[in-house]
């Protein structure tokens, strides 16, 4: 069968969940949050990641259906969470462009109840390369207004200049991981990050390092002044319940 009809089916069967990756504040290693990562419960192929069907999913047009989906299930995990007597500070998720295009986007996040701060938009830097477009820019003050955080995902692969930075005003920058692995020993990366942790500073944009993967990375990027840290030296993507399992243990 097609991979496609797979997909709408999954939909309904409700087989698609978010799974989700801890965030650390890099001072004091608490537990600052979690980004929320889609992943589909296939009745034959196990969990698949994204890479086997986001492609696919934008061509149909229904990644906005699945954003949608892993913000709900999102503010559920985190009521689920908060009963077993566990506190997430805020979760982020990951929007795509066709979301945020959407006209109906701010009508569908006023029925859910998400206090300032919860919540946090990943966008991609493409997606603010149509600064004209008159439905994002009113779509990105609109989700501010309602308290959700922007942040900039795979930051500096894209394509934002400082002065689409200082429109946009992020609540954060997260720093691709192409540039968080040499950061230790090449002194020219090093360099790179430390600046981007500079303007970030500068201009009251938090930093989070994304794929920190060991120890002596996650000490480093904490000289380097970066806020928050995530990655596979602390913990990979886990389900709802795993999620809750580890940081409970962790205290
Ligand atoms: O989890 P990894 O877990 O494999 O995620 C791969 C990519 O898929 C990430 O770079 C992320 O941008 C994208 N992604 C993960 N979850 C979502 C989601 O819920 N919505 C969208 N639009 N993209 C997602
Ligand atoms: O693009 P986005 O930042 O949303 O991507 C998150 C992706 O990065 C997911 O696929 C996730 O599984 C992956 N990831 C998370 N931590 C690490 C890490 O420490 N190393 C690597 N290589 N990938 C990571
Ligand atoms: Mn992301
Ligand atoms: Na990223």
Redesign the pocket.
Known sequence: KRVADEILEGIERDEFV?WYQPQFDASTLALAGVE???RWRHPREGTL???RF?RIAEELNV?AV??RL?LEKSLADRMRWAAAGLVVPKIS????AKRLQDHELLASLQGLSIAPGQISFELVESIFLDESDDVVTANIEGIKRLGIDIEI?DFGTGHTSIVSLLKIKPKRLKIDRQLVAPVIGARREQALVRSIIDIGRSLGIETVAEGVETMAHAEMLGILGCDLLQGYAFSR?LSSGDFLAFATAKG
């Open positions: 978010p929320a990562l889609i990641t994204p890479d986001l990644t699945l954003d892993v998720v990951n929007v795509s995902d993507p």
